[in-house]
């Protein structure tokens, strides 16, 4: 008999594959409020620290440190096949180029009630998220 289970997601956007016990694996395709340009906000994960895989593609994750809102952001590219651990209660946003894909582990209950957002501004985005060449 066998019982191994397989799961895919290629649609664009999240989708939680398995939840079991107190994890969750879900899969990140790219979509429009991930691409660069469209980023409007950052998060933080008060339960959960959050871990990414990238699978495909090219993506940076921008941390803005664990205070009252996001300061001093640093980018990293996110290299195939390593693990990328976020925190808890570390300000952090993805942005995504077309066709990218990344493996997220975190937390089962991890959502808006744990998990809050901090939008900003225009002007605020032009100092919060380094001038990165996207090109």
């Not at 290629?10 to 340009?37: F, H, K, S």
Request: charged share 15%.
């Amino acid at each position: 008999m066998n019982n191994l289970q397989i799961f895919t997601h290629d649609e664009p956007g999240y989708q939680p594959l398995i939840d079991y016990g107190g994890w969750r694996v879900a899969v990140l395709n790219a979509c429009t409020m991930y691409l660069p340009d469209h980023i409007a906000y950052f998060d933080r994960h008060l339960e959960s620290d959050e871990v990414f895989i990238l699978l495909n593609g090219s993506c940076g994750i921008l941390l803005g440190g664990q205070g009252q809102k996001p300061e001093s952001v640093s980018c990293t590219w996110l290299s195939p096949g390593r693990i990328y651990n976020v925190p808890v209660n570390t300000w952090h946003t993805l942005f995504m180029m077309p066709d990218s894909k990344l493996t997220v582990i975190e937390n089962q209950n991890t959502g808006l009630s744990n998990s809050p957002r901090y939008y900003f501004s225009q002007e605020e985005r032009l100092a919060l998220i380094p001038a990165l060449s996207f090109n």
